[in-house]
């Protein structure tokens, strides 16, 4: 039973299936290693064992009489605390929401039970995901799988480690600037940015609302597909007969490689070089208004933020960690006016960006140009936090900047990501393609 926690959850939902992997048995098998692991309440925020366990029979009595739900029907998952669950307390990893306790589930974990997963519990978070690092003194921060003295990367950090640490089959996080794919990259975990406005944002605890995204983090590009679908509430995407042959790529140049750090950089030329053996075409561009993109990304992100949380933060701001407090009030130095530039700006840019890339079926990029910096360190050094916070999240923020749909994968390089983009709504290709190099980075 030990090896089901390491599984992927669609070789789980194939043992269910076969009759092979009881539910009930699962669930309490994840959960037992949940209650006994030392790094636990780093990880879970609270663990819901008796709606697992409920959720869990349902789940067992219809493998017995051949009703299955989906093919992930009695896989336990994680949930990031931000994911409303009915009378259960979601707080997005801040004092300032302690006690909330919601009357109904967001949408997508609605969904996601609809279709018989079964739910673990609620994981640690950035507060109120304002940040890349997962460094939450406000409430606790997870561990790094690959590091125990660095951050896992946030902000859907617990959702990376439960997933990781083999306490859950998948997690399902958040992403508005990179925080699916950059806690994926660094816990070696392949994490998939949906396009804005795909899944239902309904029942989720907001930052910046025209970039909030919802997304999985999973062992497997085919857990991705399956756990995407079932969140949407629709069939997965057939990935069968995927291939890199003749694909086309671009690495995408100016700021995304620059001041990529040796190990990063090594690893995503390596995985490019194993790309282009699989049959690949891989070519450089320029796209100068990603630079015009990135410039208007303090206004868009903090007015946006500072706008939804203003009135709740001032009214108790010593509850919020400093840092964080910090990131949000920048957004009180834009005016309405500066707001709406930087929107004109940035639709021009994405505009340019499609025409500029429309002949490739995907950009690659460093998932993140950093490895997961030092705990102590960010504590203690305030300079060092800013710098290694920005530079975590610049890769991944291209992507929500210019409103695309993104797959981080695993480079084989611990903490090391390769990251595919491509235009907003093609899911179905962006994951065939993850597929097919999936097998080229094994």
Request: some cysteine; glycine content about 8%.
């Amino acid at each position: 039973m030990q090896d089901w926690l390491h599984m992927t959850a669609a070789a789980l939902g194939r043992g269910i299936a076969a009759g092979e992997i009881d539910p009930v048995a699962l669930t309490q098998t994840y959960l037992d290693a949940i209650d006994a692991h030392p790094l636990k309440d780093r990880i879970f925020a609270r663990v819901t064992h008796d709606r697992a366990l409920a959720e869990a029979e349902a789940a067992a009595d219809r493998a017995a009489s051949g009703q299955r739900l989906s093919p992930l029907d009695g896989v336990p998952i994680s949930w990031k605390d931000l994911f409303d669950t009915a009378g259960v307390v979601t707080e997005a990893g801040s004092k300032l929401l302690v006690g909330r306790v919601p009357d109904v589930d967001a949408r997508v974990l609605a969904n996601a039970t609809a279709a018989g997963l079964i739910c673990l519990g609620k994981t640690h978070m950035s507060e109120l995901a304002f940040s890349g690092l997962g460094y939450n003194p406000s409430t606790n921060t997870p561990p790094c799988f690959n590091d125990e003295g660095a951050v896992p990367g946030g902000s859907s950090s617990g959702a990376a480690a439960s997933v990781a640490f083999g306490l859950a089959a998948a997690g399902i996080g958040s992403d508005t600037g990179g925080s699916v794919r950059i806690p994926s990259a660094w816990n070696d975990l392949v994490g998939l940015k949906t396009t804005s406005g795909r899944l239902s944002l309904e029942g989720v605890v907001p930052l910046a609302l025209r970039f909030d995204t919802v997304g999985p983090l999973c062992r497997s590009v085919e857990d991705a597909n399956l756990v995407m679908a079932v969140m949407e509430g629709r069939k997965a995407f057939d990935l069968k007969g995927a291939t890199l042959t003749n694909r086309r790529f671009a690495i995408l140049e100016t700021v995304a490689t620059q001041d990529v750090r040796e190990e990063p950089m090594a690893a995503f030329q390596q995985a490019v070089v194993q790309l282009h053996a699989a049959g690949a075409r891989v070519d450089r561009i320029h796209v100068p208004e990603v630079e015009t993109a990135m410039a208007q990304s303090t206004c868009v992100y903090t007015s946006e933020a500072y706008g939804l949380w203003r009135d709740v933060i001032e009214a108790n701001p010593d509850a919020m960690y400093g840092e964080i407090l910090e990131r949000f009030r920048l957004g009180k130095n834009h005016t309405g006016p500066d707001y709406v530039a930087a929107w004109a700006a940035l639709e021009a840019a994405r505009l340019a960006y499609d025409q500029a890339t429309a002949g490739y079926d995907a950009v690659l990029l460093p998932t993140a140009p950093i490895l997961p910096p030092n705990l102590e360190r960010l504590n203690a050094d305030h300079a060092y936090y800013v710098t290694e916070n920005l530079l975590a999240l610049r890769n991944t923020r291209i992507g929500n900047l210019l409103g695309l749909c993104a797959l981080s994968l695993p480079t084989g390089v611990a903490s090391c990501g390769l990251m595919m983009m491509a235009p907003p709504d093609c899911e179905g290709a962006l994951l065939r393609l993850g597929a097919a190099a999936e097998k080229a980075l094994a």
